[in-house]
């Protein structure tokens, strides 16, 4: 008689819905295995792409003339992580800034609403290389109780690779403004820079042609109509460069016009005025185009300009929801094996449904980690066991693209389901499948055996 197993998942996630705990059953030839999934931890291999490491700075910050207090001279704890650790010279490389803990909080007794902060910032970029990396981050956080700490945010930007070697990113100078009741903000600078490093990657030579343009914000953020400086470097001695504003994929009406001097450098300003602006690049020539470009570097609007006498400014907004994710079902039954024989017990993990609504620059991961399967008189199948090949579809209209994780090993180290990327623009709904196998030692012990699926969506 062939015995049946029970494998047992668990999950977690960033914005979960109600608590369902989520109970898989295996069914196995001579015992019962229960499965349980699910962690958040990245693979090996993920674990040698990057060599980011938190770090703590002395931090100056300023809190608004209206909070009536003096200068926050404290600590902030930040993390600098990229999208490609091993770059070849001329690609663009994603920077997110991650201020894990601010020096600086509510300075009021007001508590602040949800979704009312805006971060911008500076990465420092050293070693091979040398820049200034503008990121910002989505208008979103959660409420701030009155004097409370303010929440760990994330900001992003992107650079181009100009040279070959070892390229230091360390964090630098961040600002949060705030747009409740009025527009506020917290400048806070490195006390004695630059900041620790935090991220290392290396760059190697692609023998392509790098353009080495490159272009600087005098500012992260303003309000529609504000103009901003913007600072060339390396440009075609001579040419005409455009200045303008980009909403995601498209180019606003927000433009101008600078020259060139004798070395390739301008500096010039553009007034801003569309709202949905999220970045500001240059080039010459008479439309975008990368090659003969720089940015975009990442600007964000923070509010409105001036109404015209007889005019009547009309606003809407768009909420921004959460990451969360469900389980189609509680309970996996594995295939039989035979006692004497062995072999592969197989199964499907239950449909997973992704659904990202926050409408930030940030993509997920999901990924999953199990436990030893434990069966009778203390037999045990290793967590190691236990493999499977990964799935994932997007939904038609998603701004993100889902990614299926590595097929192998689960294991009790954990490995990557599904995951999106960061981006300009994130978000979608996505359905994340697996096929699994437990591979069962030709004499194990009949019973039944059961073990702990955690899946993790952060």
């Not at 404290?74 to 600098?80: F, L």
């Not at 400048?187 to 290396?202: F, G």
């Not at 209209?397 to 299926?404: K, L, N, Q, V």
């Not at 499948?433 to 009949?446: C, E, G, H, N, Q």
Request: with cysteine; net charge negative.
């Amino acid at each position: 008689m062939r015995p049946f197993t029970h494998p047992t998942i668990r999950r977690s996630a960033a914005g979960r819905r109600s608590g369902r705990g989520r109970r898989w059953a295996a069914a196995l030839g001579v015992g019962a295995l229960v499965v349980a999934g699910g962690g958040g931890l990245a693979t090996p291999a993920q674990a040698t792409v990057t060599a980011s490491v938190p770090v703590d700075f002395p931090t100056h910050c300023i809190p608004p003339d209206i909070a009536g207090i003096p200068p926050i001279d404290g600590t902030t704890k930040a993390e600098i992580t990229v999208d490609n650790a091993v770059p070849e010279v001329g690609d663009t490389v994603t920077v997110t800034y991650t201020v894990v803990q601010p020096a600086a909080g509510n300075p009021v007794d007001l508590p602040l609403p949800a979704d009312i902060m805006t971060p911008t910032g500076r990465v420092a970029v050293g070693g091979a290389q040398s820049a200034s990396v503008t990121v910002t981050g989505p208008k979103k956080n959660a409420p701030v109780p009155g004097k409370g700490a303010f929440p760990s945010f994330s900001m992003t930007g992107t650079f181009t690779v100009t040279a070959p070697g070892r390229i230091t990113l360390s964090p630098g100078d961040y600002n949060i403004h705030t747009s409740y009741i009025m527009e506020l903000d917290t400048p806070c600078t490195v006390t004695d820079p630059p900041a620790p490093v935090s991220e290392t990657i290396i760059a190697t030579d692609g023998g392509g042609q790098v353009n080495e343009r490159s272009i600087r914000l005098g500012a992260a953020s303003g309000a529609a109509g504000d103009a901003v400086t913007v600072t060339g470097a390396k440009f075609t001695p001579g040419a005409a460069v455009t200045l303008a504003g980009r909403a995601g994929d498209r180019q606003t009406a927000d433009t101008a016009t600078v020259t060139a001097d004798a070395t390739g450098g301008f500096s010039g300003r553009i007034t801003v005025d569309d709202p949905a602006t999220t970045g500001i690049v240059a080039y010459e020539g008479d439309a975008w185009d990368a090659a003969r470009g720089a940015g975009p570097q990442a600007y964000t609007v923070t509010g409105g300009g001036e109404v015209p006498d007889g005019s009547q400014r009309l606003t809407a907004s768009v909420r921004a929801g959460t990451l969360s994710m469900v389980q189609d079902g509680d309970t996996v039954d594995l295939s039989a094996v035979d006692f004497g024989r062995g072999g592969a017990a197989r199964g499907s993990l239950r449909t997973v449904t992704v659904e990202d609504y926050r409408g930030g620059p940030a993509g997920w991961s999901l990924t999953g980690k199990v436990t030893d399967f434990t069966g009778p008189g203390g037999a045990v199948v290793g967590a190691s066991a236990l493999r499977w090949t990964p799935a994932c579809a997007t939904k038609p209209g998603s701004p993100s693209t889902c990614a299926a994780g590595s097929a192998g090993p689960v294991g009790g180290a954990g490995a990557t389901l599904a995951s999106t990327p960061n981006g300009t623009a994130t978000g979608g709904e996505f359905t994340v499948d697996a096929r699994l196998a437990l591979d069962v030692p030709a004499y194990t012990a009949p019973g039944a055996y059961s073990g702990v699926l955690t899946l993790t969506l952060t």
